[in-house]
């Protein structure tokens, strides 16, 4: 294979080092200065650190494979203090696995490790061991010509995306690789138009996934910068549409919606990226691929799924969240999806993580207590919801959706049509949820059906008099009071997965009734008290 770096006869170095502008997390790297990785919920030892032995399974192994926690070390050690543990850590790194190829040279742990190889580079060649500085970078260009040759074969979206976002880094930043950098650029083209939409979501649909994939096309931009090369027209709009994108699930609380099996994070790792990826964006508020619409008026948001769920070939684990939607008032969350495990550790139960991403685990409308889109046994999603037709219209008084779903038609001939409006005061929203017959299958008896509004915990509900409203108080908020018609009302508790990934008890709103093989109408609103 050709050579990727340089010649054979020039010992490789770095000709740019890249700034990352992601401030780390003080208390992880003050915890790294004591010997500890933390990531999540869990703990790992650094003094006696075994590579082979704790493999690339678990997700802090796998943390701790890609060197993103460098960027942790660096808010609370300088170079001078900090180099020492890191050349320790990446010697053993190299005694473990710099020898051949296995399992931690996966293309997507490559293309990360590279990409904070490369921007905290002085922490990892402070050494005046040429022995081992030597081996550290002739590993990298031989890690950078396995992801060229391997990058492709990485799972399509953020794997990939990943891949050929470090190998991008390495060419600009390695002496002699410069022309190696078109290469580069155009597998890192490719992986996002595989699986990017053209409005800049990922095609995962994950928020979470979304804050890695700015994070990520953050550091390509700052080795752009640092090798002093010009950041290529379509790279500089793709990033900024994934940031666009970001935003748009992004509520009053700085947080994020619990989408595809999500929950809010944390303000500190969310904002450290917006703020330090060097970009600056609107909110995506009319998303077509990415599939989530959001209706914002005087701090009052409210998102909506409006999209089929992520293939099976983009996604691990989708959720069935077709028409749910969420609901913020500045800070105060009101309605929520119960979220899930997002991308890091969990204690919850398999069960309880398969079940949150059931319809029901959403809020919306469920159809005789079964999922819009089918949650097969092996985890996979089957049939269900192929199309979704959606109109938005924009007017002096509110900014209205009408959107609809085929997730009911083949068993039960049955369309969901979902209805949403936003005062433009932000004072009042109104819904209405429709399932009309269509097609040739058709019900023979009556089909129960509950529409579910999940509340942020915390929420405190005093029923109405009459069984067809609540008065939801917060502290954080106005009261919010909840009408309906068309069916009865009912409370249920329910959970909420914090932004540490911790269930916390909730309640939810229920409306219960059955629907006839002619469909029916449930209209319901909820107004700001003041």
Not at 396 to 418: C, F
């Amino acid at each position: 294979m050709q050579r990727f770096f340089g010649s054979k006869k020039a010992p490789l170095r770095l000709a740019a080092v890249p700034r990352d502008h992601v401030e780390g997390d003080r208390r992880k790297g003050e915890a790294i200065k004591s010997g500890v990785l933390l990531f999540g919920d869990q703990r790992l030892g650094l003094a006696d650190l075994d590579f082979a032995a704790i493999g690339t399974q678990t997700p802090i192994a796998r943390h701790l494979q890609s060197f993103a926690w460098l960027r942790d070390l660096s808010e609370v050690a300088s170079r001078e203090h900090g180099a020492p543990l890191v050349e320790a850590v990446v010697g053993r790194w190299l005694v473990a696995h710099g020898t051949r190829p296995d399992e931690a040279w996966a293309p997507h742990l490559w293309g990360e490790r590279l990409l904070f190889w490369t921007a905290y580079a002085p922490y990892l060649l402070s050494s005046q061991d040429s022995g081992y500085r030597a081996a550290l970078l002739n590993t990298l260009a031989r890690g950078a010509r396995h992801v060229d040759a391997q990058a492709d074969r990485a799972d399509p979206g953020i794997d990939r995306i990943t891949a050929w976002s470090g190998l991008t880094a390495a060419a600009l930043c390695v002496e002699g690789a410069v022309p190696r950098i078109a290469r580069a650029e155009a597998g890192l083209m490719r992986a996002l138009a595989q699986g990017q939409f053209e409005d800049g979501g990922l095609m995962s649909r994950s928020p979470h996934e979304q804050l890695l994939l700015v994070d990520r096309l953050g550091l390509v931009r700052a080795a752009y910068f640092a090798a002093k090369q010009d950041l290529p027209d379509a790279l500089d709009a793709a990033a900024a549409a994934a940031l666009s994108a970001l935003h748009g699930v992004t509520m009053g609380d700085g947080k994020l919606a619990s989408w595809q099996g999500g929950h809010p994070g944390l303000l500190r790792d969310i904002n450290a990226v917006v703020e330090g990826c060097g970009m600056r964006a609107r909110p995506l508020r009319q998303a077509r691929g990415w599939g989530y619409q959001r209706l914002s008026a005087l701090g009052t948001i409210v998102s909506l799924d409006a999209a089929p769920p992520p293939l099976p070939a983009m996604a691990h684990a989708g959720s069935a969240s077709t028409l749910a939607i969420e609901i913020a008032d500045g800070d105060q969350r009101i309605v929520v999806s119960c979220g899930g495990p997002g991308l890091g550790t969990t204690r919850m139960p398999r069960e309880l993580i398969e079940a949150l991403r059931s319809t029901a685990a959403h809020s919306t409308l469920t159809v005789d207590d079964s999922n819009s889109t089918a949650i097969m046994p092996d985890g996979k999603l089957g049939r269900g919801v192929t199309d979704v037709a959606i109109d938005r219209i924009e007017d002096n008084d509110a900014s209205r959706i009408v959107a609809s779903h085929d997730g009911y038609a083949r068993r039960y001939g049955l369309i969901h049509e979902r209805r949403l409006a936003l005062g433009n005061d932000g004072k009042l929203i109104t819904g209405e949820d429709k399932l009309e017959a269509r097609g040739r299958k058709k019900i023979k008896d009556a089909v129960p059906f509950a529409l579910r509004f999940h509340l942020a915990p915390g929420i405190e509900i005093t029923p109405t008099a009459d069984g067809l409203g609540a008065i939801l108080r917060s502290e954080n908020a106005p009261a919010w009071n909840f009408r309906c018609r068309g069916a009865m009302l009912t409370i249920e508790e329910s959970l909420h997965v914090d932004g540490r990934g911790t269930p916390q008890p909730s309640q939810q709103l229920v409306i219960v009734g059955e629907t006839s093989r002619h469909g029916t109408d449930i209209a319901w609103q909820f107004r700001r008290s003041s």
